[in-house]
Every structure is written in structure tokens, then in C-alpha cells.
């Protein structure tokens, strides 16, 4: 069984930046999609950035040019860059892996905070 292993997060200053790592262990599917999803407490986990095995990329607009997503389809792991980090980013990030039959993988779970 696949697991999905987060690290990077942590506590940043406004306008700082971070790098979150995500990578499969064990036997598995290659996804068809990798990427992050993040969450507050109240609110519906939400898309940040996905990439495709193709190469396609998709941002939620709050985050698009300052985040940027990378993926190694050999590897199968997918990181995050974030910079130009805003208080409005604290959230716990969740890696994500899509399998070609719509079958989801979800990380634990990095908490992010942004504060001075």
C-alpha cells in the first residue's frame, strides 16, 4: 500500500518563503496527478497547485505566482515552493496522488503557519 510522505512546514514570517516535499513510499500507482491541497479549520479542504503526468500545471489564482509545483513522475514525488508567503496562507497542506481511476492518496497532513 502506497503512503504519501509530507515535510517542510513550519512557521515562516510574512513574506518569507518555504518548500514543502511530499514522496510515495512503498509499492504503487504511478498518479496521473500529484499535487497539494490545503486546509483551515471550518473550511473545505481546497486545490492549491496539481501537476499532471503530461506536464500540466494548475494553480488556485490566490497563489499563482508566487507558488510554483514540480514533480518527478520516475520518483513519484511532488514539491511546493512557496514564496512571498502571506498570514492568509496558514493552513495544513496536504500532498495529494491521483491514480487514472479517480482513486485518492492522501498525505498526513505539514502545518504552515505565516505570522510575524
Known amino acids: 500500500q502506497v503512503q504519501l510522505v509530507e515535510s517542510g512546514g513550519g512557521l515562516v514570517q510574512p513574506g518569507g518563503s518555504l518548500r514543502l516535499s511530499c514522496a510515495a513510499s512503498?509499492?504503487?500507482?504511478?498518479?496521473?496527478?500529484m499535487g497539494w491541497y490545503r486546509q483551515v479549520p471550518g473550511k473545505q479542504r481546497e486545490l492549491v497547485a496539481v501537476?499532471?503526468?503530461?506536464?500540466?500545471?494548475k494553480y488556485a489564482d490566490s497563489v499563482d505566482g508566487r507558488f510554483t509545483i514540480s514533480r518527478d513522475n520516475v520518483e513519484n514525488t511532488v514539491d511546493l515552493q512557496m514564496n512571498s508567503l502571506k498570514p492568509e496562507d496558514t493552513a495544513v497542506y496536504y500532498c495529494?496522488?491521483?491514480?487514472?481511476?479517480?482513486?485518492?492518496?492522501w498525505g498526513q497532513g505539514t502545518q504552515v503557519t505565516v505570522s510575524s
Open positions: 501537476r499532471f503526468r503530461h506536464g500540466g500545471v
Open positions: 495529494n496522488g491521483r491514480t487514472i481511476d479517480n482513486v485518492d492518496y
Open positions: 512503498g509499492s504503487g500507482p504511478n498518479f496521473y496527478v
